[in-house]
């Protein structure tokens, strides 16, 4: 397995991380997960100006500027054997002897490599379930942080149900997903949770609003509560690996008529044709 480490593409044996690293022992980075269609990075910009944003918000600077990880990217993706697939990249602030408070300086340390989830092409046809749980997570939900525990342990709970992804609420305030951003549909309007510090402002969910105004659904960024997750006509998820994922189950209750609806077909079609 080749990875990038820094700014060379170095086999994985190579590679060499130090304990004190702060990512290791603080989760003190930040991270990407970036599809490729074709041998071409989906929204590659918009992910390196989220990167970005990240770094400036936890007060990292970026080892090299997003163009020249962009070129970097594009390389180790030319090693790639499949056409479809993501890249996995982060960036942590590097080696520094433990101490809680930021060191004075540290360079930051970068990996990337290549992953090969597939398509989830056959679940979008069924559509999938999810259960529900507070969300326990911290207040920066916008940082695309390493520090993962909160979601973790909230997709744990979907995997020990059975189901592909717990929706997370505060209070009964429908957040987002444990990796994925939540939206429901009633009465054709697709509602899913305002951009702020309560979710992550997922690369997927701007085509999904895209795509929507190209298919003249209405699209608005309003919270809405459990209850009317639990009465929507239609609810689905979005995120890199997952795409458009129908959910036709939540806490064991089926979602509209148990099967994809109507406005969530025509987004997941609409985003297959915009890939292709
Ligand atoms: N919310 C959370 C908490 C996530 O981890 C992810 C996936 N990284 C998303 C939303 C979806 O973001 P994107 O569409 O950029 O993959």
Same mark, same amino acid.
């Given at each position: 397995? @080749? *990875? /990038? ?54 007060? +990292?600077? $970026? ?18 054997? @499949? ?30 490599? /290549? ?23 911290? $207040?920066?939900?916008? *940082?695309? &942080?390493?520090? /993962? ?26 957040? #987002?997903?444990? &990796? ?14 305002? *951009? ?6 997922? *690369? ?16 608005? #960024? ?19 690996? +997952? ?34």
């Amino acid at each position: 397995m @080749k *990875i /990038l480490w820094n700014d060379r593409i170095v086999d994985r044996n190579e590679c060499r991380i130090d304990p004190e690293d702060r990512g290791y022992q603080f989760g003190d980075g930040i991270y990407e997960v970036i599809s490729f269609y074709n041998h071409q990075l989906f929204k590659l910009t918009e992910h390196m100006e989220r990167l970005s944003y990240s770094a400036g918000e936890i007060a +990292m600077d $970026l080892p090299y500027s997003t163009e020249q990880i962009a070129e970097n990217l594009k390389k180790l993706v030319e090693l790639s054997d @499949k056409a479809d697939g993501q890249i996995y990249l982060q960036v942590t602030r590097g080696y520094a002897p433990r101490n809680h408070a930021l060191p004075e300086k540290a360079d930051p340390v970068l990996t990337a490599y /290549l992953m090969h989830h597939p398509r989830p092409l056959d679940a979008q046809k069924t559509g999938v379930a999810a259960v529900t749980a507070e969300d326990v997570r911290w $207040l920066r939900c916008d *940082i695309k &942080s390493l520090n /993962l525990l909160g979601s973790i342990l909230a997709k744990q709970k979907a995997v020990e149900n059975g189901a592909s992804e717990t929706i997370l609420h505060r209070g009964g305030t429908v957040t #987002e997903g444990s &990796s994925t951003n939540v939206f429901m549909v009633k009465n054709n309007t697709i509602y899913t949770h305002p *951009i702020n510090n309560l979710i992550l402002n997922g *690369i997927t969910r701007r085509v999904v609003r895209d795509l929507a105004e190209k298919a003249d659904i209405p699209f608005r #960024e309003e919270a809405f509560t459990t209850d009317d997750l639990m009465a929507a006509d239609e609810v689905f998820l979005s995120s890199t690996i +997952m795409e458009i994922m129908p959910v036709v189950r939540v806490d064991g209750q089926t979602i509209g008529t148990g099967r994809p609806g109507k406005v969530t077909k025509t987004l997941v079609q609409l985003f297959h044709e915009f890939v292709n």
